[in-house]
């Protein structure tokens, strides 16, 4: 009798709105022809970040495993799975964790989760944007000490102001960054952004190219969202210089990875008043450290690194791995399929 062919399912995180529900898992098995076999991880696996971590139970599962799919691809899971793996995919949409000499050496096809995180990451920029739009953030610590305080509205050169009167400049267009453009556009900012592939954008974005580009959008950002991928060229992309180009009150939002803004410049701006403020999701270092100045800056509005959260997560990412399992079986090209060497 021949050996089935085997998937692998690594999902279940510890955190509970992170673990597959039993009915994806359904799903998925549901969608393998005869002749396969598909083998769950009840052991926790780790998906925070980009994934981590392969304990025992997981690297026997992997052993001569044709898919995988887990949070990120450990080294460990790829190596136990040896020649047989020719699919893995990652339910994270960063795979800077998984980019190890062997799998960018290799004709295994990865697959990851981008733009299934853009919904809920788009809102979350959304309501960074109106809390300091609006003056949340004075009320927020006007209440905490019992105060009723106007000033802050009240002054000739309150920062508080309509969205449409503003500029969002989006660093980074892929699913996140167009995801914020369809919002921001429909609130009636204007949408500017940089793209080094094209100069075509989506509808209601304006993309800037060419020499000095990032510095010409910077320059008209009253909110600078960054949502580019951890690249070897992204790292420190966002540091002193370029945010001198930032207005007077512009506001950065940072829900990437930490380490593409320079966060010892960033402290340095807001604390100088070159900035409005900033909004957080992502760190250089997570958890933040407790003696990070940016747990006391009043114009820093942190998250820790949930802006993606939502319970509908799994109806898109479990859509998107019948799909690609689909195109997998037929021989055609998969969704969300990695360039290994970009990075992304």
């Given at each position: 009798m021949p050996e089935r062919r085997r998937l692998v399912v690594n999902l279940r995180d510890q955190r509970p709105v992170w673990a597959i529900p039993p009915a994806c898992v359904d799903e998925i098995r549901a969608a393998l022809p005869e002749g396969?076999?598909?083998?769950?991880?009840?052991?926790?696996?780790?998906?925070?970040?980009?994934?981590?971590?392969?304990?025992?139970?997981?690297?026997?599962?992997?052993?001569?495993?044709?898919?995988?799919?887990?949070?990120?691809?450990?080294?460990?899971?790829?190596?136990?799975?040896?020649?047989?793996?020719?699919?893995?995919?990652?339910?994270?949409?960063?795979?800077?964790?998984?980019?190890?000499?062997?799998?960018?050496?290799?004709?295994?096809?990865?697959?990851?989760?981008?733009?299934?995180?853009?919904?809920?990451?788009?809102?979350?920029?959304?309501?960074?944007?109106?809390?300091?739009?609006?003056?949340?953030?004075?009320?927020?610590?006007?209440?905490?000490?019992?105060?009723?305080?106007?000033?802050?509205?009240?002054?000739?050169?309150?920062?508080?102001?309509?969205?449409?009167?503003?500029?969002?400049?989006?660093?980074?267009?892929?699913?996140?960054?167009?995801?914020?453009?369809?919002?921001?556009?429909?609130?009636?900012?204007?949408?500017?952004?940089?793209?080094?592939?094209?100069?075509?954008?989506?509808?209601?974005?304006?993309v800037m190219t060419g020499e000095g580009a990032l510095e010409r959008m910077l320059a008209v950002s009253d909110y600078f969202v960054v949502t580019v991928p951890r690249t070897a060229d992204t790292e420190g992309m966002i540091g002193a210089r370029e945010l001198s180009h930032l207005p007077r009150n512009a506001v950065l939002i940072n829900v990437s990875r930490g380490d593409v803004v320079d966060e010892a410049a960033l402290v340095e701006a807001l604390r100088s008043g070159g900035l409005r403020g900033a909004g957080l999701d992502v760190f250089a270092t997570e958890p933040l450290p407790a003696a990070s100045p940016l747990w006391t800056l009043p114009n820093a509005l942190l998250l820790p690194h949930v802006s993606g959260t939502s319970l509908r997560f799994w109806r898109r990412e479990t859509d998107l791995i019948v799909a690609n399992l689909r195109r997998y079986l037929s021989g055609e090209p998969l969704l969300n399929t990695v360039d290994k060497q970009a990075g992304y």
């Open positions: 396969w076999e598909c083998v769950v991880v009840d052991a926790y696996a780790d998906g925070t970040g980009d994934g981590r971590g392969a304990g025992g139970e997981a690297l026997e599962a992997a052993r001569g495993a044709e898919i995988y799919l887990g949070w990120g691809v450990p080294r460990e899971i790829f190596l136990a799975a040896g020649d047989a793996l020719r699919w893995a995919h990652s339910a994270s949409a960063g795979v800077g964790g998984v980019l190890y000499a062997e799998m960018r050496e290799s004709d295994v096809i990865l697959t990851n989760s981008a733009g299934t995180h853009a919904e809920p990451i788009a809102e979350t920029v959304l309501a960074m944007m109106l809390h300091f739009a609006r003056g949340i953030d004075f009320a927020v610590r006007a209440q905490a000490e019992r105060r009723w305080d106007k000033s802050p509205f009240d002054a000739a050169d309150t920062p508080v102001r309509e969205l449409a009167d503003a500029t969002v400049g989006l660093l980074g267009l892929g699913g996140i960054g167009r995801a914020v453009g369809r919002r921001a556009s429909a609130l009636g900012m204007r949408v500017v952004a940089t793209r080094r592939s094209s100069a075509e954008g989506p509808p209601g974005v304006e």
